[in-house]
């Protein structure tokens, strides 16, 4: 398994920016899908996007599609979510997941790599 570190989220204004990082440690990062999930208050964790081993493909949330981007860097073993024009209802806390062949890439049962997430808050 990885371990996963989650950083970057914050306070942010309707229509901004944000750029979330996952570190990870342990073997064979560059081999795993990686993906982000977000929890809003009194809601089901939900998949946000996810990446392949190799960055051949990227999926998305419909709800995100177009304003956010997912990428990674292999080898500064790291995952990013690039989260542009942002919106009140993107506010949830932010998890990083990992797995090494995940059987469904937008279902959370299907990782077992989890970071302890990151708030993002987006202000009307």
């Known amino acids: 398994q990885l371990q996963l570190v989650e950083s970057g989220g914050g306070l942010v204004q309707a229509g901004g920016s944000l750029r979330l990082s996952c570190a990870a440690s342990?073997?064979?990062?560059?081999?795993?899908?990686m993906a982000w999930f977000r929890q809003a208050p009194g809601k089901e964790r939900e998949f946000v996007a996810a990446?392949?081993?190799?960055?051949?493909?990227?999926y998305y949330a419909d709800s995100v599609k177009g304003r956010f981007t997912i990428s990674r860097d292999n080898a500064k073993n790291t995952v990013y979510l690039q989260m542009n024009s942002l919106k009140p209802e993107d506010t949830a806390v932010y998890y990083c997941?990992?797995?090494?062949?995940?059987?469904?890439?937008?279902?959370?049962?299907?990782?077992?790599?989890w970071g302890q997430g990151t708030q993002v808050t987006v202000s009307s």
């Open positions: 990446i392949n081993w190799n960055t051949d493909n990227t």
């Open positions: 997941a990992g797995e090494y062949y995940p059987t469904n890439y937008f279902q959370q049962r299907s990782y077992n790599s």
């Open positions: 342990g073997r064979s990062f560059s081999r795993y899908t």
